[in-house]
């Protein structure tokens, strides 16, 4: 086995020194409490179960705050939906993004009109829990539409380890 020795490149070399934000690009403590992390933001949602659409959620990915609104547009027959394994009834929501602190790329006004042009998400619970999946996805931009929907849905039992460690 052969081992490869290297010396750290110091930071005032590096092309991607540490960011440091300015001061409108900061999130303050009060825009930060109550956030999470986008994953675990998504995770909520469908956590929510038939609630899914209900409330907003405040996300903080390190460098913004940003709002996810949503807005409940009734819902679907999982058969009618075409969504594969979708059981029971679809729940259908559109989403929006507010702006709240920190670096954003586009100007406030670009965003804002991106905003007015929601994500519509079909929320659908692929099992016997009250979860619910996003299932579809539909969402406008300047020059197409985007569409993506879940191809298939497969669980398997906990391992013991699994099993063990949710106990704990």
Known sequence: ????AYEPIPNELRSDPAWKPTPQQTISDADRQGSLDPLSAALTVGLAGDAACDKPVRTNDGKRRIDIIFRKIGMEPAAATGIAGAQ???LVCEMYTKRVSGEFDEAPKEAETERERPIKIWLARFDNTPIRYPGK?????LF???????????????TPAEAEAIRR
């Open 137 to 141: 996805l539909e969402a406008q931009t």
């Open 144 to 158: 197409a539409t985007i569409r993506g929907r879940v191809l298939s849905f497969r669980e398997r039992p906990l």
């Open 88 to 90: 029971g009834d679809v």
């Open 1 to 4: 086995m052969s081992e490869l």
